[in-house]
């Protein structure tokens, strides 16, 4: 058997379907490498939103101030590469994101005070 035809659609997750490719979605669609600012906005409110948290405890949680996190959700500034991936990360998996960032975020915190303390 050679190899598979050429096809449209991207590998589908298990248990999903395959996507088009962006290749095959036509002339008329924009193939941006970077989200508009209002998707950037509504990423940085979803996010926050799943967790629950204050703007304050998402910023500390994330490693962002509670000015960054109010400037992002409202699109005055946009979230850099790795701080975007970090909110899409708290989109897809919430609680999991949450609990694993808190626990380094803890030990950070008490490795901080065990040195300030020896001292």
Do not use: C, Y
């Not at 703007?55 to 400037?71: K, N, P």
């Not at 500034?77 to 380094?104: D, F, H, K, M, N």
């Amino acid at each position: 058997m050679g190899p598979k035809p050429p096809t449209d659609r991207l590998p589908a997750a298990p248990g999903g379907e395959g996507v088009r490719s962006p290749a095959h979605q036509g002339p008329k669609q924009s193939l941006s490498a970077q989200p508009s600012g209002d998707l950037d906005a509504e990423l940085a409110r979803l996010a926050r939103r799943l967790t629950g948290l204050s703007r304050r405890q998402f910023g500390a949680l994330i490693g962002a101030t509670h000015v960054s996190i109010s400037r992002w959700e409202s699109g005055q500034a946009r979230p850099t590469g790795a701080s975007r991936s970090l909110l899409r990360l708290v989109v897809a998996e919430p609680t999991l994101v949450v609990e694993i960032l808190s626990r380094s975020t803890l030990a950070a915190r008490n490795a901080h005070w065990q040195e300030r303390n020896a001292n």
